[in-house]
Structure formats: C-alpha cells, structure tokens
C-alpha cells in the first residue's frame, strides 16, 4: 500500500508522527535574536510562535544558541517564546503560471491573484552552472534601446551592470528595457525600492503588456533585510527555472547596491568586523555567489541586468567596482546628460560589453568603432566649440562629429515607450556613419 502513495506525502506523514522539538528565544538585541533549545544549520527557517507568528533565518550558530534574523517585524515578540524548525531553508513555488504575477521577497503573491499552492516547490539556493558546461555566448539580445543594441550590444547569457547615482534612470531604463526587450521572459527584482514607486513601476512604466510576460519580486526598502537579501535570490531562482526549462529570460535586479546594503546589516548584526567603507567580509563573498548564477546553460540562458546605486556618482564605490570585476560589461548613467534632458542618459563612451566581438559582425563593430570615434572627437573639442576658438579641418574626427551632432544625438536619445527593432538600430547606425 506505501508503495502506491505519493511519496512526498508518506515523508510529511511521517514528519507529522515525530515528536515536536521546540526552542526558545533567549536574547533580542537589535536586528537579531537568539535561539537555544534547537539544532538548525545556516539558512534554515525558523518559526517564532507568538500570537503573530515570525518567520526567521539562521545566520549564524556558536555553543551559545543560534543567531537569528527575523523575517518579518518583531513588535510582540518577546524572549521565552517558543520556536520550531520548519524543516530546512526557504522554498517557494515555480512555474509557467508566475509570469504577470507580482510575489515578495519570500515568493509569496502581494497582487491579489490566485495562490500558488498547485505549483512545484524548490529551494531558493542553488549552485551555479558548471564553468566548463556554459555554451559560449555567440547571440546579440535585442533590448529595444538604441544606445545600447549599438554601442553597447548585449549579448544572450550575458551579464551586464548599470551604474549610476540616484536620480539618473536606472529604474526607467530597466522599464524601457522590459518592454523593448526580445527576451521570453523578463524576472525583475525590486529590492529597496521606495513602496510609493512599485505600483508606479508596475502600471505605468511595464504596463500591462510588459507585465504579461514578467514576474515581480518586490522587497521594499522597509522590508527587513533578510527579505530584501532573499528577494535578489528569490528572483534569481525563478529565473533559474524558467531557463532550465528551455527559455531564454532576462533577469533585472534594481538594485544590487541595495541587496549589498541588506547583507551588510546582517553580516554586522550577526558580528561580522567592518571592513571596505563598513561592508563586511561576507559582502564580498556574497556577490560572485549570486551574479554567477546567470549566464547560459545546456538548455537556457538567463541575461543578468543589475543596477548599481553608486555613492556620490564616484564609480570607483567598492560595491561597483567589485560588481564590474565579476560581470561581462557596465553602462554608466551620467548626471550631467540626465540634467541636460538626454534620455536615456547612457555615457556610452565610458560603457562597454565584453562580448561585442562574439555577438556583432565586423561591419557592425567598424560601424560602432566610428561612431564612438566621432563622440570621442567631439567631447574633446566641445569647450573650444562652445568658445569659437575651434579651426575647422583640425581634426577630420571633430568635424564629422559637428556636423551631424544634431543626428547622433537623435540616434542615441529615445522616448520611454518607443522600442527600436534591433534590425533597424543597426541600419540607422549604418546610415549615421555613410561617408
């Protein structure tokens, strides 16, 4: 008769038979407790059971007891309460049925939709692709901006970084690119955003056709910082899922500094020593283990595009620059272009991909070659233009670029609901560049 059931539910029958071991909290100090009476490994999930249960995450374990980060808020908890394991680290539920769905930082839907509870379950940690066993990135991926399919062309299984300030485009860029973008699926994770800005987001910078074939994973920046961590994963696991069952999807994290910030909270709640700007160690162990997740595999691809929230526009910010060491290119959003009205506002001589010679042709990178040949000619006569100290027939570069400003700058400014097929960004390129 055993042998004909379901064997997952014979393994829950017979965890329901085992006697309830219970815990209890013995210290709360700051953003963390402590947990004794209860064996548990790092990454499992605890339950506090107050009269508001609270889900928590073991962080750290010593002789003491185990460090714990909560879940959720922790107003009504109190130390005696008693807790139980759940069973192991976070799971949450996959499948086709996710696209236009809005879910938490822990997976579970916050839009009103059906519950999840018929889709498959799996865990949110998972090893990334074995190096040797990731097919070589050979593609371009269309992402509906001009500036970028050119310029800076992104290529499919590729990770590429945004960095920028506050206040330059990041969000509305990745916006942009959720509906311009050739991808099957697009996975976006809004991790510390301002609550006010996600249904704005949502509504109207994806609308309803780029939420079609999105999933949202939201932790705003009140969430508690193991949410705002977990979301990052979270999204990335769904993107997992998605590529291992043959599609190829584009994943968007806004914003990486934000899910550095969160494991800097717990790396120092659970006694971390601040090193790099109060970034402990685990920062920077954290970030290769979550960005070499994407990439490509035998049956899918997943095109990583994380934001970076640099301090003061200073690119050389630790978690930018450690972000630009591990991903295949960067795109630099600029205050000073986003000021004069230049949307996007891309520098798209400071941005480059990594992968432009496996994924254009070789007139299509003469083409890109003379285009930034032109800018980079113009920026360093611009003050002596401005001033009418430049003598035309200098530099040949300097004066193309004069001459057609006017055009490049139409080439490269986009409005946000005006997708470009990429087709016609390289003709349009082709045509800018003609003698």
Request: aromatic residues 2%.
């Amino acid at each position: 008769m055993t042998a004909l059931l379901d064997a997952g539910l014979v393994d829950r029958a017979r965890a329901s038979m085992l006697p309830l071991r219970l815990g209890r909290v013995s210290e709360m100090v700051g953003l963390h407790l402590r947990v004794t009476g209860l064996r548990a490994a790092v990454g499992d999930l605890l339950e506090i059971l107050a009269p508001t249960p609270v889900l928590a995450e073991v962080a750290a374990s010593s002789t003491t007891g185990l460090v714990c980060l909560p879940l959720g808020h922790t107003a009504g908890l109190e130390v005696g309460a008693p807790v139980r394991h759940t069973g192991g680290p976070l799971q949450i539920h996959v499948g086709d049925r996710l696209r236009g769905r809005v879910l938490d930082g822990l997976g579970r839907p916050i839009d009103g939709g059906p519950a999840l509870g018929d889709l498959p379950v799996v865990r949110v940690e998972q090893a990334a692709p074995d190096a040797l066993a990731r097919p070589r990135i050979d593609r371009q991926l269309g992402l509906g901006v001009r500036a970028l399919d050119s310029l800076v062309p992104c290529g499919t299984g590729q990770r590429l970084g945004i960095m920028a300030g506050s206040g330059v485009g990041k969000s509305s860029l990745l916006s942009m690119i959720a509906r311009g973008t050739e991808a099957e699926v697009s996975v976006i994770a809004l991790v510390g955003e301002r609550g006010r800005e996600v249904r704005e987001f949502i509504e109207n910078d994806l609308g309803p056709e780029g939420l079609a074939r999105s999933v949202v994973v939201v932790a705003t920046s009140d969430a508690p910082p193991v949410e705002r961590l977990r979301a990052a994963f979270v999204a990335t696991r769904i993107a997992e899922w998605f590529r291992d069952d043959g599609k190829h999807v584009l994943l968007m994290m806004d914003s990486l500094t934000r899910v550095a910030m969160a494991q800097r909270e717990i790396g120092l709640s659970a006694g971390e020593p601040p090193a790099t700007r109060g970034y402990p160690p685990s920062v920077f162990a954290l970030l290769p283990r979550l960005l070499e997740r994407a990439g490509t595999s035998p049956t899918g691809s997943i095109t990583g595009l994380y934001t970076v929230l640099v301090e003061g526009d200073d690119m050389q910010d630790p978690i930018g620059d450690t972000a630009r060491s591990i991903l295949d290119g960067h795109v630099v959003l600029t205050r000073r272009l986003a000021t004069a009205g230049h949307f996007p506002s891309i520098d798209v001589l400071e941005s480059i991909s990594r992968v432009t010679s496996a994924v254009t042709t070789p007139e299509q990178r003469e083409a890109a070659i003379q285009l930034r040949r032109m800018l980079a000619a113009h920026r360093s006569v611009r003050e002596l233009v401005e001033i009418g100290a430049y003598v035309s027939g200098t530099d040949p570069d300097a004066d193309a670029a004069i001459a057609r400003m006017p055009e490049i700058n139409d080439f490269l400014r986009q409005p946000m609901d005006a997708a470009t097929p990429l087709d016609e960004t390289w003709a349009r390129l082709q045509g800018l560049v003609a003698p």
